[in-house]
């Protein structure tokens, strides 16, 4: 049977008891005994007899994909909360027309109880679309950082290869423009930020390359 191993933040391999070729579909099951379709990669170690192998979904579900899939569901959550909050605001405007009037409660009246407990109960509603509307902002903040989640690539996904190629491009035209004056250090420590930014790049992209290349 062919499991999942952490490889290193945001990745997970598969771990297998045979060899495999590049680009065969094989069966790995999750530690809840969820079975995926996953394509193979590359060989990226050999441990106790295991062969730990990058791998895809076959149906190609992954971390944006994960993302997006949140972001709808806050979305919905959101719109649930937003259509209960107008649902408790139309309630508590029951005898409206009466209150309307600005009529006192008059204490010891046969009326007196109604009139309290239709001011508790409009009371009451209105509180209660007050805290969904606030619900339902929640959510859409929620919503919103899913939603930029789901256009980051990281080392799970083979198109970081390019992606850190640029990254690391990108942190070396930074570092020297520092480092020669082109670019203007805002700090005493911009250079040793801008060279621990390279370095990250670069390892993330020796990472990428050996799990994708």
């Keep these: 049977m062919n499991t999942y191993a952490k490889y290193c933040p945001n990745v997970w391999v598969a771990k297998c008891t045979e060899q495999h070729e590049k680009g065969e579909v094989i069966n790995v099951t999750t530690q809840y005994g969820k079975d995926n379709d996953s394509i193979v990669f590359n060989l990226v170690g050999q441990k106790d007899g295991f062969y730990y192998y990058s791998i895809v979904r076959a149906d190609g ?3 944006q994909e994960r993302a997006k899939a949140k972001a709808e569901r806050y979305l919905n959550w959101a719109a649930s909360a ?5 649902q ?3 309630a508590s405007k029951e005898g409206a027309d009466f209150l309307a009037l600005g009529e006192p409660i ?3 009246h046969h009326s007196e109880k ?7 109960r409009n009371w009451n509603r209105m509180g209660k679309s007050v805290a969904e509307s606030e619900k339902a902002e929640q959510h859409e903040g929620k919503a919103e950082y899913w939603e930029r989640k789901a256009k980051d690539i990281n080392l799970s996904m083979p198109e970081s290869v390019e992606y850190f190629e640029y990254k690391v491009e990108q942190a070396k035209g930074k570092h020297e423009g520092l480092k ?3 670019i203007e250090r805002s700090h005493s420590f911009s250079l ?3 060279k621990k930014d390279l370095n990250e790049a670069e390892k993330n992209l020796q990472t990428a390359k050996k799990l994708w290349a």
Excluded: P
């Design 114 to 120: 109604r009139h309290r407990a239709l001011i508790d």
């Design 88 to 90: 408790f605001y139309e």
């Design 192 to 194: 040793n930020y801008a």
């Design 106 to 108: 008059k204490v010891g």
């Design 61 to 63: 579900y992954n971390a």
């Design 82 to 86: 937003e259509k209960r909050s107008t």
């Design 180 to 182: 020669n004056g082109t």
